[in-house]
């Protein structure tokens, strides 16, 4: 009787990691990163990330969010440990299935990375041209991102005719245009003012909620202390924390 | 259909790269143009002087002068072995009164008059042998020189290997000032698409961010490279076919090469600048992509 229900307890947890980890869209295991240098910029990283959450990354500079992001989008390959990003092996992946993973991820920098010279329309529509969209798949595409991030009657419009918050929203709509599993956040609202950046997070969280896993790295304790979302903290390239509902500080 | 759009996007791109750093691009195409005008002249030149040749080794090969004597018979006989020979074309017999009107003739050529001052110059009887291949003078050479009617051999054989020695030496030179330039081109080609790398920095690192195959990244790239080249090489076809009118009467009266009025010549001409045009663009800027694109993933 005592063994059976060891037996039960040990199937449904193993049924519940499987299917956590099937759930999962982001998934770090004992993740280590040194640079050539020999700078040690991670170790002994484990996170899993569910579909759907909206989970903030925070920490001082220098703390190795920067190479966590990076080697989520496989700028970098992790020098032990795995990390799998939408079912896919980063640590195993080949050189040619980079764009394929690339657009299942979108990203958004602090300093918005637009074209200049190409209006919002076109800096959006760039994205689905150089992954080779038809003119047809482009027309349809690109309005409704503009209107999904409010920049509709602005389509016509360069960079630098734009507030911050603006060009913010024009970077988020291109990241979104292969209707990606993952938005990744990069210090979004860095150049913004608080209401701008209180919009930008609304966007982020109406996304959120048309089911894109949303990570947001950040500085801001104001907004992550609001949202009292799930919180990965990492500190001299460790995870210190990862709590729910938490703050931008440890409370206890 | 996903690859028309594809090949529309590299060579729209590569259009816009080429005008975005017009100078540069320009001044690589002119040395593209520099480059292939050698070229076209070198070929014209080393065709010309082969058909030179050509013509020399068609001509008489082997002139045996007959010894003073030989009766009709005795050279009849001569003529009929000689023809035997392997390797021998045609024998023609030129007396001494016809190799007197040929000298006239070529001294009137000249514009001079032979002037023999009174004196009763004899020329030689010979016998003059074509022969279906050059080399061959020497061993028919050998075979006459052993008749006793033969008093002296003349063969052309100085005269073709000096020829054979000056294309020789046209084409060593040729192609090294050819190859000379041709690192130059290729230089600027590899800057020039280098250039156009780190002026679309921002655009390539975007692409890579949204998921931009590699090789919508790098073919426009090639193309611009392509594209200097090929506008290069159209321009000298263009110069070529140009100054073609005045060279072509020259090529046939000095080189004796009578191909030089086809259409053909031209267009092997206009295919080899084409060619050479497109390769060494495509391969500049294929080693330009491979070292300033690769590196910056």
Same mark, same amino acid.
């Not at chain 1, 300093?111 to 209006?119: A, E, G, H, T, V």
């Given at each position: 009787m005592a063994l059976d229900s060891m037996t039960a307890t040990l199937l449904r947890r193993s049924v519940a990691r499987e299917l956590e980890q099937a759930s999962s869209v982001i998934s770090m295991t004992d993740l280590g990163m040194t640079y050539p240098n020999g700078k040690v910029a991670l170790s002994d990283v484990n996170v899993s990330i569910a579909a759907g959450e909206f989970v903030f990354l925070v920490g001082p500079s220098g703390a190795g969010k920067s190479t966590f992001i990076r080697l989520l989008i496989r700028e970098h390959v992790p020098t032990s440990g795995s990390v799998v990003v939408a079912g896919r092996d980063l640590a195993r992946m080949r050189r040619r299935h980079i764009p394929g993973l690339r657009r299942r991820i979108g990203i958004v920098f602090q300093?918005?990375? #637009? #074209?200049?010279?190409?209006?919002v329309y076109e800096n959006v529509a760039f994205a689905l041209e150089v992954t080779g969209s038809s003119r047809a798949e482009i027309r349809r595409r690109v309005p409704q991102l503009l209107n999904l991030v409010g920049l509709h009657e602005h389509a016509q419009h360069l960079p630098t005719q734009l507030s911050g918050g603006e060009q913010q929203r024009t970077a988020i709509a291109r990241a979104l245009v292969h209707d990606p599993a993952i938005l990744i956040a990069d210090e979004p609202t860095g150049n913004l003012d608080p209401v701008t950046s209180w919009e930008i997070i609304q966007l982020l969280i109406q996304i959120n909620e048309l089911g894109t896993t949303v990570l947001m790295a950040t500085h801001n304790q104001e907004i992550v202390n609001a949202m009292r979302r799930r919180v990965l903290a990492l500190e001299n390239g460790t995870l210190v924390r990862d709590e729910q509902s938490a703050a931008y500080e440890r409370e206890y | 259909m996903r690859f028309l759009r594809f090949v529309g996007f590299a060579v729209v791109r590569a259009w816009q790269g080429f005008w975005r750093n017009a100078m540069m691009s320009l001044a690589a195409t002119a040395t593209v143009i520099l480059m292939l005008t050698l070229l076209a002249g070198l070929f014209i030149v080393i065709s010309g002087l082969n058909s030179g040749l050509a013509f020399i080794e068609s001509k008489v090969a082997v002139t045996a002068q007959l010894a003073d004597g030989v009766t009709p018979t005795q050279r009849n006989a001569l003529i009929a072995d000689v023809e035997a020979m392997p390797g021998v074309r045609s024998v023609e017999y030129v007396s001494p009164g016809a190799a007197m009107i040929r000298l006239q003739k070529t001294y009137q050529d000249r514009g001079q008059r032979l002037d023999l001052g009174g004196a009763p110059i004899k020329l030689f009887a010979s016998i003059e042998i074509s022969l279906t291949n050059a080399d061959q003078a020497g061993r028919v050479g050998d075979a006459l020189g052993e008749r006793p009617e033969v008093a002296r051999i003349i063969t052309k054989q100085a005269e073709y290997d000096k020829l054979l020695g000056v294309i020789g030496a046209v084409r060593t030179v040729g192609l090294v000032a050819v190859g000379l330039v041709g690192l130059t081109v290729l230089f600027m080609i590899i800057n020039t698409i280098r250039i156009a790398v780190y002026s679309r920095a921002n655009e390539i690192e975007i692409m890579r961010l949204v998921g931009a195959s590699d090789s919508f990244i790098r073919w426009p790239f090639i193309l611009e490279g392509i594209l200097c080249g090929l506008i290069g090489a159209v321009i000298t076809v263009v110069l070529v076919a140009i100054i073609w009118d005045p060279i072509q009467p020259a090529m046939v009266r000095v080189f004796q090469m009578p191909t030089a009025v086809s259409a053909q010549f031209l267009t092997t001409l206009s295919l080899l600048v084409l060619s050479v045009g497109f390769g060494v663009g495509a391969i500049g800027s294929w080693i330009s992509v491979r070292s300033y694109l690769s590196a910056a993933r």
């Open positions: 300093d918005f990375r #637009l #074209l200049p010279n190409k209006s | -």
